[in-house]
């Protein structure tokens, strides 16, 4: 009896109740991930299992992941991005429901995506991989609005892609920024 009122305690417990060790005791590992097709890539092929700062670490992982597209003419390029944000509905509500949890940390597929976003109107070169990184991680840290709000007001695996998405817009829109900038008046 005594484990039945555990389970049903913690099915009652809504997300916003859970505390970080809830979270972490959710966690998948590795072995997890390897066995599992939708939390490998939800986790960014395992960099979503960072200990501290997933999110830096799933943006890290859509760099090679960026090298290897970025060659292809930008229609092709913007089909990819295109794929991988809508497959990203799917595979972040999936991996959600999976781990019982909403938007876990380590669901990194929305960061592949956002920084993929970013990177379409950048020039080659590792600067603009650099500034690009750097664009992506502050809006989707600081979160201005209205990247905040649909990080606040919306579930399941829209709620979980789409504030990465403008994220990597904003970034996108600031590459071309500076990109301009720097050609016309230095």
Not at 56 to 67: D, E, M, Q, R, S
Not at 76 to 103: E, K, M, N, P
């Amino acid at each position: 009896m005594g484990n039945l009122l555990h389970c049903r305690k913690a099915w009652d417990m809504s997300i916003s109740q859970m505390t970080d060790k809830d979270i972490r005791e959710k966690s998948p590992r590795m072995k997890d991930l390897l066995t599992n097709p939708v939390q490998f890539l939800a986790f960014g092929f395992g960099s979503g299992l960072a200990p501290v700062a997933p999110g830096t670490f799933g943006t890290l992982a859509a760099v090679p992941v960026y090298l290897l597209i970025q060659q292809l003419p930008w229609p092709l390029y913007l089909s990819f991005t295109v794929v991988v944000s809508l497959a990203g509905i799917w595979i972040c509500g999936a991996a959600s429901r999976q781990l019982g949890v909403h938007d876990h940390g380590g669901i990194v597929w929305d960061e592949i995506a956002g920084f993929l976003i970013t990177m379409a109107a950048a020039p080659p070169g590792w600067l603009w991989v650099a500034i690009g990184f750097l664009f992506f991680r502050f809006f989707d840290v600081l979160k201005p609005w209205p990247i905040g709000w649909l990080d606040d007001h919306l579930q399941g695996g829209l709620g979980i892609m789409l504030d990465d998405v403008v994220a990597g817009l904003f970034g996108m829109i600031s590459i071309w920024l500076v990109h301009y900038t720097v050609l016309n008046y230095f």
